[in-house]
């Protein structure tokens, strides 16, 4: 498998692409999907689906293009419905412009598959209610959104978010990961479970 990223939207937030064959699936289109529309022609893939780690506009404002552009569903948790009523859903704020409004379909945590690939849909809130982890064991990779990042953890000041929630959910369900699992964060580089479990200074005790 082949992971893909491009940083979209005016936070320049990672949107990955996860190929397997000759299929894909999409996480956090965060702006214009453009230049993953190119990859997914230059590559011969089709997309299968468009998984959201969370509803915060700048992981979702390319949804409503990319998937008109190739059929893909959007899914998300439930959970986080209740931000597309705000501006954390849908933009507006600071300057940034509204984003288009997008059908989607809720996803509930369990085992899935996408592009081909077994996923585990893990929840993992604290940065919102309804934040999801997708793990993909044969790619050793886990797209955590903006639940960890490099040496850092998301924001949990935001409605929804809670620290001891957050920390829970990382120590419960991504340091329980191999240790050579790559996270693919929303912002930021990637890093593994065993770097962050030893040297994330939100996690010294752990």
Not at 29 to 34: C, L, R
Not at 44 to 65: E, P, Q, R, S, Y
Not at 122 to 149: K, W
């Amino acid at each position: 498998m082949d992971i893909a990223t491009f940083p979209l939207g005016p936070l320049q937030t990672n949107c990955f692409v996860l190929a397997n064959g000759d299929q894909a699936v999409v996480v956090d289109p965060g702006g214009d999907p453009a230049p993953v529309l190119d990859h997914l022609k230059e590559q011969g893939l089709t997309l299968t689906h468009i998984l959201n780690t969370h509803l915060h506009f700048d992981h979702t404002a390319g949804n409503k293009a990319l998937s008109e552009a190739t059929g893909a569903p959007v899914l998300a948790h439930q959970a986080d419905a209740s931000l597309l009523e705000t501006w954390l859903g849908r933009g507006g704020d600071m300057g940034l412009p509204l984003i288009d409004v997008y059908d989607w379909t809720p996803l509930e945590p369990g085992e899935g598959v996408f592009a081909g690939a077994a996923c585990r849909i893990l929840h993992t809130p604290g940065h919102s209610t309804g934040s999801l982890t997708f793990h993909f064991p044969d790619a050793g990779a886990a797209f955590v959104g903006d639940l960890i990042f490099y040496r850092s953890i998301g924001r949990t000041d935001f409605p929804g978010g809670d620290l001891p929630t957050l920390k829970r959910s990382v120590e419960e369900h991504i340091f329980t990961m191999p240790p050579e699992t790559r996270l693919l964060s929303g912002h930021g580089p990637e890093t593994t479970v065993g770097d962050e479990r030893n040297h994330n200074p939100f996690f010294g005790g752990f």
